[in-house]
């Protein structure tokens, strides 16, 4: 990502929170996996939306209208010795030439400085309670303002949710972050038309990840979250994530599997025979959840609400479920009454960008938020069928979902996932391809 988006979103949140505020933004910490293990680092999103800076133990900070530098940084120093275990480090001058800093520090300088440059403010936008360890420091610089013996030191301060603001940020994605998008959209494409090529019965379904995990890496992307892989009845658990199974004749594999190339996340789903063939069972409940999909994605458009996809596709399934014979009774009792559920427990979609649940509030003054242009989010019905003796048998353990990722324009949807194969004939054809 450009340097320069970096510095307009600074700017457009230093309008916002205004002249008498002071925003204060760590890095994400390390995090160790045992031993002297660490997890792989990944920055903090909110810190990594306006900063792009990729090192752990540095703050942000941005105190707007300030004369001398408004955007500063503390940042880890330069040690040769450091670097030469884990590569290489921006030190103060990087994080002023290379990420745009109108001035940086060393970190072990943060309480010497801050405190000082609080005191000037009246607003602290801060996360409180979303970083344990920094909580306290925060919380130690403002005690000791208000004990000190400076003439501004006991003015009341206030801390505002740094969330509220960034997270309305995040949600309207910029060019340059929808290009993202589609990007990590693809090679998810690549990945999943890659699995179906490759499942088969009597493959595992920890093969058909490391398919997909090739080809992330292979793009320098990474999964996004672990994949679904589930074969036969994995396919109702939904939070399914052994992938040791093996799959056999007769099959369905749900795979769920998206990736994030630079800090843009891609969530798909798709759902197929692994024999190549569906049954008249399994292709008569895909139908259903193929138009409900069609039918949400329809009601992706500006002006609309959040839930309406939503309630396009509860009407679809609860239509389709009546039609399988799963249901009884007229459509809209068994809307009111949410007779779905059981078959279909979740919501249609989410936000999507930085996070895979991306962040911006769903109902704003509890009214359902209305879509704008530029919002990006998932389309993902399902329909889940476990075992059960009111089921004709034929139906046990079917399930499937099918989700794309959606780009909300000035007209109809935007689907950056949408070249990935769907109706039944295009995705029995790529899985009996191999
Ligand atoms: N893979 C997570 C989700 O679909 O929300
Ligand atoms: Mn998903
Ligand atoms: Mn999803």
Same mark, same amino acid.
């Given at each position: 990502?450009?340097? /320069?988006?970096f510095?307009?979103?600074?700017?457009?949140?230093?309008?916002?929170?205004? /002249?008498? %505020?002071?925003?204060?933004?760590?890095?994400?910490?390390?995090?160790?996996?045992?031993?002297?293990?660490?997890?792989?680092?990944?920055?903090?999103?909110?810190?990594?939306?306006?900063?792009?800076?990729?090192?752990?133990e540095?703050?942000?900070?941005?105190?707007?209208?300030?004369?001398?530098?408004e955007?500063?940084?503390?940042?880890?120093?330069?040690?040769?010795?450091?670097?030469?275990?884990?590569?290489?480090? %921006?030190?103060?001058?990087?994080?002023?030439?290379?990420?745009?800093?109108?001035d940086?520090?060393?970190?072990?300088?943060?309480?010497?400085i801050?405190?000082g440059?609080?005191?000037?403010?009246?607003?602290?936008?801060y996360?409180?309670?979303?970083?344990?360890?920094?909580? &306290?420091?925060?919380?130690?610089w403002?005690n000791?303002l208000?004990? $000190?013996?400076?003439?501004?030191?006991?003015?009341?301060?206030?801390?505002?949710?740094?969330?509220?603001v960034?997270?309305?940020?995040?949600?309207?994605?910029?060019r &340059?972050?929808? &290009?993202n998008?589609?990007?990590?959209?693809?090679?998810?494409?690549?990945?999943?038309?890659?699995?179906?090529?490759?499942?088969?019965? $009597?493959?595992?379904?920890y093969?058909?990840?490391?398919?997909?995990?090739?080809?992330?890496?292979s793009?320098?992307?990474?999964m996004?979250?672990?994949?679904?892989v589930?074969?036969?009845?994995?396919a109702?658990?939904?939070?399914?994530?052994?992938n040791?199974?093996?799959l056999?004749?007769?099959?369905?594999l749900?795979?769920?599997? $998206?990736?994030?190339l630079?800090?843009?996340a891609?969530?798909?789903?798709?759902?197929?025979?692994?024999?190549?063939?569906?049954?008249?069972?399994?292709?008569?409940?895909?139908?259903?959840?193929l138009?409900?999909?069609?039918?949400?994605?329809?009601?992706?458009?500006?002006?609309?609400?959040?839930?309406?996809?939503?309630e396009?596709?509860?009407?679809?399934?609860?239509q389709?479920?009546?039609?399988?014979?799963?249901?009884?009774?007229?459509?809209?009792?068994?809307i009111?009454?949410?007779?779905?559920?059981p078959?279909?427990?979740?919501?249609?979609g989410h936000?999507?960008?930085?996070?895979?649940?991306?962040? $911006?509030d769903?109902?704003?003054?509890?009214e359902?938020?209305?879509?704008?242009?530029?919002m &990006?989010?998932?389309?993902?019905?399902?329909?889940?069928?476990?075992?059960?003796?009111?089921?004709?048998?034929?139906?046990?353990?079917?399930?499937?979902?099918i989700?794309?990722?959606?780009?909300?324009?000035?007209?109809?949807?935007?689907v950056?996932?949408?070249?990935?194969?769907?109706?039944?004939?295009?995705i029995?054809?790529?899985?009996?391809a191999?």
């Amino acid at each position: 990502m450009d340097s /320069k988006e970096f510095a307009r979103r600074r700017r457009q949140f230093m309008r916002m929170i205004g /002249k008498d %505020a002071i925003a204060i933004l760590p890095a994400a910490p390390v995090r160790h996996r045992n031993g002297d293990i660490e997890y792989a680092y990944r920055q903090d999103s909110h810190f990594h939306y306006l900063t792009g800076f990729p090192e752990p133990e540095a703050v942000a900070v941005l105190v707007p209208g300030r004369i001398h530098a408004e955007y500063l940084l503390f940042v880890r120093e330069r040690d040769p010795l450091r670097e030469s275990w884990d590569g290489p480090r %921006a030190g103060t001058e990087g994080a002023i030439e290379r990420y745009g800093a109108d001035d940086a520090f060393p970190i072990e300088d943060i309480d010497e400085i801050l405190p000082g440059l609080i005191e000037q403010r009246a607003r602290i936008f801060y996360a409180m309670g979303a970083h344990d360890d920094f909580d &306290a420091h925060v919380t130690a610089w403002l005690n000791g303002l208000q004990a $000190g013996a400076g003439p501004r030191s006991s003015r009341t301060r206030e801390f505002v949710a740094l969330n509220h603001v960034l997270d309305d940020m995040r949600l309207y994605k910029s060019r &340059a972050e929808q &290009a993202n998008l589609r990007r990590a959209a693809q090679i998810a494409v690549g990945a999943h038309r890659r699995a179906m090529k490759f499942a088969r019965p $009597g493959r595992m379904e920890y093969e058909v990840m490391a398919e997909v995990l090739h080809e992330f890496r292979s793009h320098n992307a990474d999964m996004s979250y672990t994949p679904i892989v589930g074969g036969g009845a994995n396919a109702c658990v939904m939070h399914y994530r052994d992938n040791d199974r093996r799959l056999c004749d007769g099959d369905l594999l749900l795979l769920d599997a $998206g990736c994030e190339l630079d800090y843009y996340a891609s969530d798909i789903t798709r759902t197929f025979p692994v024999s190549g063939r569906f049954t008249a069972a399994q292709r008569a409940v895909y139908e259903v959840v193929l138009d409900a999909q069609a039918a949400a994605i329809e009601k992706v458009r500006a002006g609309n609400h959040w839930n309406q996809p939503h309630e396009a596709a509860v009407r679809t399934i609860t239509q389709g479920l009546v039609k399988l014979g799963l249901l009884k009774g007229t459509l809209a009792r068994l809307i009111k009454e949410k007779a779905y559920a059981p078959y279909f427990g979740h919501r249609t979609g989410h936000w999507l960008g930085i996070d895979v649940h991306d962040v $911006g509030d769903y109902k704003v003054g509890g009214e359902w938020r209305v879509l704008e242009p530029g919002m &990006a989010l998932t389309v993902e019905p399902g329909i889940y069928i476990r075992p059960s003796p009111r089921v004709s048998k034929e139906f046990w353990n079917i399930g499937i979902r099918i989700e794309d990722d959606v780009l909300v324009t000035s007209g109809a949807a935007d689907v950056l996932s949408g070249s990935l194969e769907k109706t039944p004939e295009a995705i029995e054809r790529l899985v009996s391809a191999a």
